[in-house]
């Protein structure tokens, strides 16, 4: 799989179709995988792939330094490819300006196993759910998978779990969860949806959203992100991983994206002819949200 991924950048590049490979690097296999802007045939040899590979690529996509490497090519795997149809309907990208690579995916690995544990045993959350093992919509597509559809209700389980607590409970989670909060903001800067060039929390002319790293100001700054999201987030739990406090945001984004689903018929990132759940109106939505 790595050579056929060097030798196909290396074409991209050598025939001046991209500018840019944006691919994984790996220094050594007990290191994590980083993101790597490959502009030279000869640098093809620090691309990588492996089960390691968690990061979705496609947040560089919207970057001005990015941008001024030239016509890029994006390594993504399925989850990743979904952010791509979310972008171009939202008119960040140019998807006929963006050679993408897609690669199959089995699962990778959502944290760093145990010494002595198997790394299957640290497979991501996601993965686990996860119905896009082969990258839709890809120009060049390397590898090959066997996995199967999943149902809805396997889908939302750990949802389902969390809602069959009482509301009291669930209460004490969030608040346990968000007082471990330090307002990094690490979140924001991996979502590939959270492009804004500034942040509601970024502005102080009015403050809207507290800066200090208090209970309430960190509720205000994850629930307000989370609508921000809703009918948007693609699934990929970068937010999650990239959280030094080790907070469960998957729950929140699981939350909406069932909301969506049962009350719109919307997944975002399947379809790149469905209008968006957010913007577009029908007929046929359901109103019993209407008191």
Not at 134 to 150: F, K, Q, R
Not at 242 to 259: E, H, V
Request: contains cysteine; aromatic residues 8%.
């Amino acid at each position: 799989m790595i050579q056929r991924l060097q030798k196909t950048c290396r074409e991209l590049l050598e025939t001046g179709k991209v500018d840019v490979v944006i691919g994984y690097g790996q220094k050594h296999p007990e290191l994590p995988p980083y993101p790597v802007f490959v502009t030279a045939p000869d640098e093809v040899g620090q691309l990588v792939w492996n089960a390691q590979c968690v990061m979705n690529l496609t947040t560089y996509l919207t970057r001005k330094e990015v941008k001024a490497l030239g016509r890029p090519a994006i390594i993504v795997k399925g989850c990743d490819a979904k952010a791509l149809i979310v972008l171009e309907k939202e008119s960040q990208i140019d998807r006929s300006q963006i050679v993408v690579i897609g690669v199959a995916c089995q699962g990778v690995i959502g944290g760093h196993p145990v010494d002595g544990q198997d790394p299957r045993a640290a497979t991501a959350a996601k993965c686990k759910v996860c119905d896009v093992h082969m990258p839709p919509g890809v120009d060049i597509t390397l590898g090959e998978t066997d996995s199967g559809p999943v149902t809805a209700a396997w889908r939302y389980s750990d949802l389902d779990a969390f809602m069959d607590q009482t509301p009291e409970e669930r209460m004490a989670f969030w608040q346990e969860e968000f007082e471990r909060c330090i307002k990094c903001y690490a979140c924001r800067q991996v979502c590939p949806l959270c492009y804004c060039e500034q942040c509601v929390v970024d502005k102080n002319r009015p403050t809207r959203v507290s800066t200090s790293a208090s209970l309430k100001g960190n509720y205000a700054w994850h629930i307000t992100r989370a609508f921000h999201l809703a009918g948007r987030c693609i699934g990929c739990d970068e937010c999650t991983r990239a959280c030094p406090a080790g907070i469960d945001l998957r729950l929140l984004n699981l939350s909406l994206a069932r909301a969506a689903e049962e009350n719109f018929g919307y997944r975002a990132g399947y379809d790149p002819q469905a209008e968006a759940v957010i913007g577009a109106f029908s007929e046929q939505d359901k109103e019993s949200f209407i008191g």
